[in-house]
């Protein structure tokens, strides 16, 4: 389980990079408003998987939650890139990353944030047992 803390770790600072590039080209070549956002969400997403990239560090000895929390941050992550990449290949090319892509990449987004929930409230109550 700790050989993945790092590997999360570097995917945050690539997702943060790919925004910040992103966000720059969106301005710069008029990518528009579908690269700025695709540029946001992967910002926002990377600060998130940082965040839990930390949380998993620091309760590394309690190995199910740290395990639960990089589960959650893995549905995050996939989201905002498969979401993301289809955003920045419309801004692009013109066409879609894949079919449904983007609704499929917004669901692991919801569902990544449902289960971070899930699992902060689900380790606060086991903490107090």
Known sequence: M???IPLFGALAALMGAAGVALAAAATH?????MGQTAAYF???HAAALIGLTACAHAFAADAAFARAL???GAGLGLGAM????????????GSRFFPMAAPAGGSLMILGWLALAAVFLFGVARRRA
Do not use: N
Request: glycine share 8%.
């Open 70 to 72: 990089l589960l959650a």
């Open 82 to 93: 498969l979401f993301s990449a289809d955003l920045a290949h419309r801004a692009i090319a």
């Open 2 to 4: 700790h050989r993945w």
């Open 29 to 33: 070549s008029g990518l528009g408003e």
């Open 42 to 44: 992967l910002i926002l």
